[in-house]
């Protein structure tokens, strides 16, 4: 437990430093346990509060269960959210077949990116995790985008100590990663620890198979898995060594490589 | 050699530890790091074949430093780029290993790797043996306050697993690290190729007989914060989204509890923490130590801002504008004397300039080189700072969060020091003396709030400079009229006044104790809630020397300083407006009440309560 607590001084520290440096600041909500857990870190750090908007980069290819959990939070505590789509590659029809890669980038990246631009934020909040998959791994908590939103991973900035990067030429942004030094199996002891409600998708009810990482519906596959509570699935992560993004399509091949650069999350 | 130690005996972690991996490059980082995950069977299932099977196809040989090789650019250079995080469990410790790059041009990734590290894995190959770049990364860490270095003696096969070869290393290592006063936890030589001694007892070295690699990490004490030393705990903002306002920051040193009374420097107001807030905690905490990221409410509605250091009353930080540091830079810029930086300590921020630059550190044999005009990329340097306002901080050996800054150069933090030095500046004494006077400062019922909300305005200074006959007293006097007739209780304070009533004990003018005088005056006005608004006029052409002192009597007051004069010439320090030969006065005045607006002393509208939040 005291783990835990360090990280989530370490996240807090983060959240509040991303708040008093940033004048328009949003931070992305996918619904999953990650940006969950962040969000309820958001709320610790405000002491109940969110003092920023949530935004949602809805595919329309989402789980429906998602989206159902998604108003029902947003509702009890009383969220700002914002949910962007890119109406017109939906509207041309785009969707996994045209390629996996190329899906991602229309509807999540430029997704993004169209929502960052139209809403003018400077600082985007994400739960990204460095143990996550390789390019994660070398992601500063605050990091750059330039005007293209893309990122530059071998000129970054260097961060000191607790003294991150909050000044920035106008028409970048910056990324900020409170949840870098979390593992997976972090995200759930603590979400067992703050009993943070969580989507039962990631639980098995019954048919032997739970998602452990979610994302669209056409590009997410369950595990075969018996954990129908938390202990279980910090039991079962505990000595499994599949890696966690498994599950997800987009990750083959240099997928995520590809994607990332292009400020992909 | 390979031993595939079960990953079904890894359990729940109970802590965690950041362990950087240092070195010249090409001494094996990379290679150690790979071989340490295989060895220890930490490697995501499919990894090694997936990374063997990428190898074939590029036809090259498999290495395990490409095991930790995120982007395929490079591994076409062949060159680690960034810091990279990477998990793994052993023993009941999840360790975040951090690998860090050593090529020349990657010094910034290094210290980016280093600065959050707990401990360090530092690397030399035996058969190069000690280089420049095994050197810089030893003395860099012990600037970045890593404490717990272990010294590991790479690529043992390529000089026959010899005795002697790594007593000498050995040996010359542990000298260097001793000039400043490193003592390294182990020495221990090892081949992460054939991964001898990392996961397992080589064979090849019977006549090494200390830990393991592996051994190593598990050897690492994890650091507590310190809860004896003195509380220092830097404001990091202040909430009040409801009811409540909070006082929010990470507590770097000592404790704090319910009750306690806190000093805020360099404002040095006081007030009793009433409560301890967190979110879904029941019951509420009584108590918070260091590392925690907290938030408190004060007995008293006191006005104080992100950055100011809280402590108790017989242990305050010190504070000044002067500071001696030593300092690496990693700016593509060099440093240059002269120029303007932003420092910032704990959650402070402030314009600086290098004052000196005393010396050059060569940190390849520690020599010193005497110090220029500059300091380059990836230099080491002893500097003195003097920043624009004083701040509050401790020395590093003493308080080592608070004894820490950065440099930020345009965009980007540059560099890094540690402070080793106060340099007692010439408001010293004042400083003291106004120290000393708000510490025992009697208050009435009507506090400064209360005295606020009534007036519908906070109090502050308005202090206009300059030379003779450039229009200060006539701009003050229809400054004055224009915030009456608004409204506001502003007050214009003469010198002249001062000179013939109080100041007329003194015989021969002695400008310091004028200065003094005047300050204090201001500062009681201040104190009454008033909009004061005064001329260097008694000061004459000396005004300059003056505003230092008046500016430290008045502390934490906002003061606007405007300043006239009657062609383009040099500003006082802190100028925040400026009129080269005003011929429209009332435009003047105008500007001068926008100022006010923008610092949050008026509210927007007459009337309007005030909901800014600055010091006073
Ligand atoms: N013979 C031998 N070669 C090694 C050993 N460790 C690393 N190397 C080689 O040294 C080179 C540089 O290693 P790498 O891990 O990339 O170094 P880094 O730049 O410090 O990360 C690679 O070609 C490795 O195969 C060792 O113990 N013995």
Redesign the interface.
């Known amino acids: 437990m005291?783990?835990l607590?360090?990280?989530?001084?370490?996240s807090?520290?983060i959240l509040?430093?991303a708040?008093?440096n940033f004048d328009n600041l949003a931070m992305l909500w996918s619904m999953g346990k990650d940006s969950t857990v962040l969000l309820w870190l958001a709320?610790?750090?405000?002491?109940?509060?969110v003092?920023f908007p949530l935004l949602h980069v809805d595919t329309s290819y989402k789980i429906p269960a998602m989206i159902e959990y998604r108003d029902r939070l947003a509702a009890e505590w009383r969220l700002n959210l914002v949910v962007g789509q890119n109406k017109e590659a939906l509207a041309a029809g785009m969707n996994h077949e045209k390629g996996r890669v190329t899906c991602c980038t229309a509807l999540k990246t430029m997704g993004l990116k169209n929502l960052v631009a139209e809403k003018g934020y400077t600082g985007i909040i994400l739960g990204v995790r460095?143990?996550e998959?390789?390019?994660r791994?070398?992601e500063?908590y605050f990091s750059p985008r330039d005007k293209h939103g893309d990122w530059d991973?071998?000129d970054?900035?260097?961060?000191?100590?607790?003294?991150f990067?909050t000044?920035?030429?106008p028409g970048t942004h910056i990324r900020i990663h409170p949840l870098?030094?979390w593992?997976e199996?972090n995200i759930w002891?603590y979400i067992k620890l703050?009993n943070i409600p969580f989507i039962d998708l990631y639980l098995d009810k019954g048919t032997g198979m739970r998602y452990r990482s979610l994302g669209c519906a056409p590009c997410t596959f369950p595990i075969k898995s018996t954990a129908k509570t938390v202990d279980e699935i910090?039991e079962e992560l505990?000595?499994t060594?599949?890696?966690e993004r498994s599950g997800r399509a987009q990750d083959e091949g240099?997928g995520m490589?590809l994607l990332r650069k292009d400020g992909y999350m | 050699m390979t031993t595939k130690t079960q990953a079904e005996t890894v359990t729940k972690p109970s802590e965690t530890m950041q362990i950087v991996i240092v070195g010249h490059v090409d001494h094996g980082k990379s290679t150690l790091l790979g071989r340490l995950y295989a060895d220890t069977g930490s490697l995501p299932e499919g990894k090694i074949e997936k990374v063997q099977a990428i190898c074939r196809q590029q036809g090259k040989e498999f290495e395990y430093a490409f095991l930790f090789d995120a982007f395929l650019e490079e591994q076409e250079q062949g060159i680690t780029i960034d810091t990279a995080r990477t998990f793994f469990i052993w023993n009941s410790r999840q360790y975040i290993i951090i690998d860090a790059p050593g090529h020349k041009e990657f010094l910034k990734n290094m210290v980016s790797g280093a600065a959050r590290a707990e401990a360090a894995l530092l690397l030399i190959d035996a058969l190069e043996g000690v280089k420049e770049q095994s050197r810089k990364h030893g003395y860099l860490l012990s600037m970045l306050g890593v404490k717990q270095v272990t010294v590991v003696v790479n690529k043992m096969d390529l000089v026959s697993y010899r005795q002697d070869v790594f007593a000498g290393i050995e040996k010359e290592y542990r000298e260097f690290l001793s000039q400043f006063k490193v003592v390294p936890a182990q020495v221990i030589p090892v081949s992460a190729k054939f991964g001898e001694n990392i996961a397992t007892r080589s064979t090849r070295m019977p006549w090494y007989k200390g830990p393991t690699v592996l051994d190593a990490l598990g050897l690492f004490k994890k650091e507590t914060a310190s809860t004896e030393q003195a509380l220092r705990f830097p404001v990091q903002d202040v909430y009040k989204f409801d009811a409540r306002r909070i006082i929010a920051g990470r507590i770097t040193a000592g404790h704090v509890k319910v009750g306690d009374r806190l000093v805020f420097s360099p404002s040095n107001k006081t007030a009793v923490v009433q409560t301890i807030e967190a979110f879904n905690i029941e019951p509420s905490p009584t108590e918070a130590r260091a590392g925690q990221s907290v938030g408190v409410t004060l007995d008293e509605q006191i006005f104080i801002e992100r950055g100011e250091i809280a402590s108790r009353r017989d242990d305050i930080p010190l504070v000044s504008s002067t500071l001696r540091a030593n300092l690496f830079w990693l700016g593509q810029t060099p440093l240059a004397r002269g120029r303007k930086y932003l420092l910032r300590l704990a959650t402070q921020e402030v314009d600086c300039e290098v004052a000196a630059i005393h010396r050059i550190v060569d940190t390849a044999d520690l020599g010193h080189q005497e110090g220029g005009q500059t300091v380059g990329k990836n230099q080491v340097a002893e500097v003195t700072f003097r920043t624009k306002a004083p701040i509050a901080f401790d020395l590093s050996s003493i308080s080592e969060i608070t004894g820490r800054f950065v440099v930020v150069d345009e965009y980007d933090i540059a560099g890094g020091g540690i402070i080793t030095e106060l340099v007692r500046d010439e408001q010293e004494f004042l400083r003291d003396e106004a120290r000393k006077r708000d510490f025992a400062w009697i208050k009435g019922e009507v506090g400064i709030e209360a005295r606020a909300q009534h007036y519908g305005h906070r109090a502050a200074i308005v202090l206009l400079t300059g030379g003779e006959h450039t229009g200060k007293s006539f701009l003050a006097r229809k400054l004055e009229s224009l915030l009456v007739a608004e409204g506001r209780h502003a007050y214009l304070l003469d010198g002249e006044n001062l000179r013939r009533g109080l100041d007329a004990d003194m015989g021969e003018t002695d400008a310091t104790e004028t200065a003094r005088r005047y300050g204090e005056v201001a500062r009681l006005l201040i104190d009454t809630g008033l909009i004061v608004i005064s001329t260097t006029n008694p000061f004459g052409q000396a005004y300059r020397q003056a505003l230092p002192s008046i500016r430290t009597l008045v502390n934490p007051a906002p003061v606007i300083a405007v300043h006239m004069s009657k062609a383009d010439e040099e500003l006082p320090p802190n100028t925040d407006l400026h009129f080269a030969g005003p011929k429209n006065f009332d435009e003047a005045a105008k500007q001068i009440i926008e100022e006010l607006k923008r610092k949050g002393v008026l509210a927007q509208a007459v009337g309007v309560r005030p909901t800014f939040q600055y010091s006073i």
């Open positions: 005291k783990h607590r360090q990280l989530e001084d370490q807090v520290y509040r430093e708040y008093k709320r610790k750090a405000f002491f109940g509060h003092p460095a143990d998959e390789g390019t791994a070398k500063r991973f071998r970054q900035p260097p961060e000191l100590w607790d003294q990067k000044a920035f030429p870098l030094d593992t199996i002891e703050e910090i505990r000595h060594n599949v890696a240099r490589e």
